[in-house]
């Protein structure tokens, strides 16, 4: 099974897209519902906004297309705002509502807290970003269309363990989203300390209190390490390494997938040129379905799309296409884990049979005149 060719801020449940299709005689056709949840009103909300216009435009093309044979797609987005009751709330809220599947969450955190709620509720959860291994290998009713914290720590430490020399890191990062930010530094840690005379330095910070990022860039200092790598918001790794420059820090500077929004070059500045950021998509990819789709997100939008609006198009496509087939969320379920491939933006999307993303695009990138640039 293949996709098709054409494959601002919201109160806590909202209904979008509510055009409805009439059948003969003025009747209104009952509309197919699909949600989705992220966390809108965080500072990490960058993540969050593009992935729900991602899940809003493909709503809006397949509407425009004639809907799921003949019926027209509702949209429901909750917001999950980084807090465990909230986003328990919002799950309830979108079962309530009929769905028959949702897109998202949009951090690990927010995955590991609502997991074993859709697993009663029996609702297939998409996320376009989640990675945390705490997921992995089970059969269960979430699904991804991202790659693992594990496959992003092997290709940050093998890159850096080419480098042909015992290397010094040190590790800031954010317990807020402790699901994410703790399983990738495990994993980090393993995989870098396996070659002989590597070692990490460990400073952790808490968004929720009262942390100073000088506190945190001066650590990081002392330690004296020959790169610092940084698990935070875009927010906060721009803010991180604002004051890195001020204390002139030399070392060579690192991030993951979830510094990377618009807000981190917005806050950062040239103080984050050189760092250096694992990605999984390339807005300037040249395939003819990425052009087509950044020139329909741009218009609708006003801005360019980054990585997570490009998975939760993705992601919100291929459950739509399966809904051609029907609505039912068990049968949903049953058709993502048995799907061969799916012909995504810039590559084939294929899951194993725990939903996991097989063969994911990893690459590295450098921030560069205030644009990125393959590090590769």
């Not at 993540?47 to 899940?55: E, I, K, Q, V």
């Amino acid at each position: 099974m293949r996709l098709s060719k054409l494959i601002r801020r919201t109160p806590i449940i909202a209904t979008l897209s509510l055009i409805l299709a009439l059948l003969p005689g003025c009747e209104e056709s009952k509309p197919v519902r699909i949600g989705f949840i992220g966390e809108l009103t965080t500072r990490a909300a960058g993540l969050a906004t593009s992935g729900r216009d991602g899940f809003l435009l493909a709503i809006e093309e397949i509407n425009a297309e004639g809907g799921i044979n003949g019926q027209q797609v509702e949209g429901l987005v909750a917001d999950a705002r980084m807090h465990k009751q909230t986003a328990l709330h919002a799950i309830h809220k979108l079962a309530d509502g009929q769905v028959s599947a949702i897109i998202g969450p949009m951090t690990s955190q927010t995955a590991v807290t609502v997991v074993p709620t859709i697993n009663n509720l029996k609702i297939p959860l998409i996320s376009p970003t989640v990675s945390t291994n705490e997921l992995s290998g089970i059969d269960d009713y979430f699904f991804r269309v991202y790659y693992t914290n594990a496959q992003a720590a092997q290709l940050l430490a093998r890159h850096l363990t080419d480098q042909g020399r015992p290397l010094h890191i040190a590790v800031i990062y954010d317990l807020s989203n402790s699901a994410y930010t703790e399983d990738w530094f495990r994993y980090f840690q393993d995989m870098f300390e396996k070659h002989a005379g590597s070692k990490v330095t460990r400073i952790p910070f808490d968004i929720r209190t009262n942390t100073l990022y000088l506190d945190l860039a001066t650590k990081a200092v002392e330690a004296n390490p020959d790169g610092i790598l940084l698990l935070a918001n875009a927010v906060d790794t721009a803010m991180i390494c604002q004051q890195l420059t001020k204390l002139k820090a030399e070392p060579t500077r690192y991030a993951t997938g979830w510094s990377y929004a618009d807000d981190l070059i917005q806050f950062g500045g040239k103080s984050v040129e050189g760092l250096t950021i694992i990605q999984s998509a390339d807005p300037q990819y040249p395939g003819p379905a990425m052009q087509e789709f950044v020139k329909r997100y741009e218009k609708r939008f006003r801005s360019t799309p980054n990585f997570p609006a490009m998975h939760a198009y993705d992601a919100t496509r291929i459950v739509l296409t399966i809904m051609q087939q029907g609505t039912d969320p068990e049968a949903i379920r049953q058709h993502l884990l048995e799907m061969e491939s799916y012909s995504g933006l810039q590559s084939d999307l294929s899951l194993d049979r725990f939903g996991e993303l097989k063969h994911p695009r990893l690459h590295l990138a450098r921030i560069s005149n205030g644009q990125f640039i393959s590090a590769d």
